[in-house]
């Protein structure tokens, strides 16, 4: 039995379907939230974040497969991490993890996960940059990332705040110092970097034509990327999108427009949407954000979420012949899960929701260009 109701979407109409009937992929073990994953074939991968060192693995291709976890990752507990599969194998890289002086700090390791034997395997490398907030995807034989937080900043921040004890006037100075600064000058990444597995090579591919960005949408469909909001400092995030095509001559860049605000809000931007296509049509929805920090940046506030309160959002959107359209709503809030394309289909896989909760839920999205079902 399916109820259907029609949502307005920027002065045109879409058929937004929910499903009564039981999901088509089964739960999560645990909520995972701020992990990593990757699609490897008719499997998907899924760990780290609130899921601790577990990886779990899921057949999509056989409607009657469970969640099966598999080896557990050797790199410990980590959030924020890296992932992307090329020729077959599982990459990680990354994250943010505490030390034994319980300080949190962004690492710059790689793993490597081979599901034909079932191990992780770490790589003698280190990223060149942190790979906090970072987004990557597969293209070819290579993994691309775009954005993320500065190694050197950000862990210092972390010592100071560990270092200043239970001094809270100390915590204070050190939190109103970190954040009263412009975007620029926390040296998020503005270069597209890739890394190579055959070669175990990191490459500049050229500087990005946008802000440095942490917790954007990437997700690269035949040769092109999306690149869609993110911070542009902690707790600012942006609405511009972007897009870029690979080419002999590397990847040309293009401005996208803004992702327009829903019916009566701000649009604040989005850090951890999910994203992918469906019958061809791109889709983002969720994240989160704090409501009038754009708004309070711009009167001159440089600490532009100070006083507000962060909000997860369910806004489904599309882009087609050059515009954004809102095209319905998912039926909670939800953001910083995986994200995967798959079967004309685009599987939002854990993630949180208001406050922060992580989710076990595993939704799915379809659109063709007519209508939209949420499953």
Not at 134 to 139: L, N, T
Request: charged share 20%; net charge positive; glycine share 14%.
């Amino acid at each position: 039995m399916k109820r259907t109701k029609t949502a307005l979407c920027t002065a045109l109409f879409a058929a937004l379907t929910f499903s009564a009937n039981a999901q088509a992929y089964p739960d999560l073990p645990v909520g995972i939230k701020s992990g990593a994953g990757a699609l490897i074939g008719d499997t998907v991968y899924v760990g780290l974040g609130s899921g601790g060192d577990k990886f779990y693995s899921l057949n999509l291709k056989d409607p009657a497969a469970q969640w099966q976890e598999i080896a557990a990752f050797p790199g410990g507990e980590r959030n924020q991490p890296v992932a992307a599969a090329v020729a077959g194998k599982l990459y990680v890289f990354g994250g943010l993890q505490k030390n034994e002086k319980g300080e949190l700090q962004l690492v710059n390791d790689a793993y490597q996960y081979n599901p034909t034997d079932n191990t992780w395997t770490k790589l003698p490398t280190r990223s060149p940059r942190g790979l906090v907030g970072s987004s990557g995807a597969s293209y070819g034989d290579k993994v691309y990332i775009v954005g993320g937080s500065n190694l050197a900043l950000f862990n210092g921040f972390f010592q100071d705040m560990v270092a200043a004890g239970e001094d809270k006037m100390k915590k204070e100075a050190i939190t109103a110092t970190y954040f009263n600064q412009r975007p620029e000058d926390y040296f998020f990444t503005t270069e597209l970097l890739s890394y190579e597995p055959s070669t175990n090579q990191w490459r500049n591919e050229g500087r990005l034509p946008f802000s440095g960005r942490a917790g954007a949408a990437l997700t690269i469909q035949g040769n092109a990327l999306m690149v869609v909001n993110g911070e542009i400092k902690p707790g600012l995030r942006t609405a511009e999108t972007h897009q870029g095509q690979f080419t002999n001559q590397g990847v040309q860049w293009k401005n996208l427009p803004d992702l327009p605000a829903p019916e009566g809000q701000s649009q604040d931007g989005l850090a951890g949407a999910m994203a992918g296509y469906s019958h061809g049509y791109y889709l983002v929805t969720g994240g989160a954000n704090f409501p009038g920090s754009v708004k309070q940046f711009k009167s001159g506030m440089l600490h532009a979420h100070k006083g507000l309160n962060k909000a997860w959002h369910k806004e489904i959107y599309t882009f087609n012949n050059g515009k954004w359209r809102i095209i319905g709503e998912l039926p909670m809030n939800i953001g910083y899960g995986l994200s995967v394309s798959y079967d004309n289909k685009v599987l939002l896989i854990g993630g949180e929701t208001d406050g922060g909760k992580a989710l076990t839920s595993v939704k799915t999205l379809s659109y063709d260009g007519k209508k939209l079902t949420v499953e």
